[in-house]
């Protein structure tokens, strides 16, 4: 009998904990709080620790530059306001992602345009971002979800057939590699949150804005900080910005982190290869589709269901999973185009800029019912795993997937 009838569970005892934050952690940040006391001097932002770790995730991330900041959201704001867009414009934008991956856009008088995922997947495809340019698009944000990369050739062809930019959110996505190439590293500019349920992470939230252009690094720079004249001779502030600053503390943990980084990334990658060879030995449930000669993180498993071999819908089966004791969420369907702030238009309330910007001359009324991220959000649910998961926990949750299968087969 299955444990959401009343039967026994597959996995009685607790999944174990991340443990992300450890001893070296802890005395990093000892080790700073020492030298305040010692000196007098408060714990600040902008000084060694965080010019440590700005190398030290550049170098990661093979060269260029990076600047920390307060969250993966104000990343993605300062990466799009170092780009210097022309508002009114529209950006294109993932169809399955956090809030914080799309508001900045709008933040910015910035219209966004949500573009259907690739078949199978939660990323944009190259395709159906073509299906939503026009004349317009001014750049292109696309969010390598759940750790797995976006099919990034066709869709950096696209836009440099356009000339746009290309921002990518990694917000999920630390370490991950498509064609053997790091995340991050292929568009113009990217984003990364830190906090601190990533791969790695500064603190309780965190972000950075990384790219290879010297002078869009600048540009960042200013940006997250108030405009400071950061590599002019201006006497003031060049622009209008707000303070999204990083911090030493922050820095002196991720610095911590970003040495385990590597490891963390190959054991989840382990993981996740155990349970996609188990799932093999299934009918009617599959490991999501990937980007054909992509690494993935794994910042979750996207299983798919095939429901019509079971007697029940998708979201039965995976709260059955759960029932037996498998750390299981039967949807991911976070799409912004569903949301009240993006369907009501409540970014300056009570206008409804950007879209309703004097200058703005695409279509006001766009509607992006997005079916395929419909689709995979409808046919996939989430497996949470980490880099601590043994091979008792991949037992259990195959254990745990078969006996659910065999209760359900047609």
Known sequence: MLAIDGGPKVRTTPFPKRHLLGAEEKA??????????????????GGPEEQAYEREFAQFMGGGYADLVNSGSSALYVALGAL???????????????PGGVMPV??????????????GSFNSGAEQIAAVLTPHTRAIV???????????????ALAA????PVIEDCAQSHGARYQGRLVGSLGAIAAFSTMSGKHHATGPQGGVVYTADEQLYWRAKRFSDRGKPFNTDSPSNVRAGLN??????????????LRKLAGITQRRRQVAGRIIAGLGQLQAVRAGWEAPQSEGVYWFMRLRVEAARLKVDKDTFARAVAAEGIPVTASY?????????????????PSDYPWGLPAYQGDRQAQFPCPNAVEAAETHFVLAVHENYTDQEVTDILAALRKVEDAYLK
């Open 244 to 257: 999204l600053n990083g911090n030493d503390l922050a820095a002196a943990v991720g610095r911590v982190q």
């Open 161 to 164: 057939a356009r000339g746009l």
């Open 28 to 45: 990093a940040a000892v080790a700073l709080f020492d030298r305040a006391m010692e000196t007098g001097d408060a714990i600040g932002y």
């Open 106 to 119: 709008a933040l910015l008088n910035l219209v966004p345009v949500v573009a259907d995922a690739h078949p």
């Open 84 to 98: 210097e867009l022309a508002p009114a414009g529209e950006v294109i934008v993932p169809p399955i992602t956090d």
């Open 142 to 156: 696309v969010a390598h979800i759940a750790g797995e990369p976006a099919e990034m050739d066709a869709i950096l």
């Open 333 to 349: 369907r976070h799409l912004p185009s569903e949301a009240r702030w993006f369907r009501e238009r409540l970014v300056f309330p």
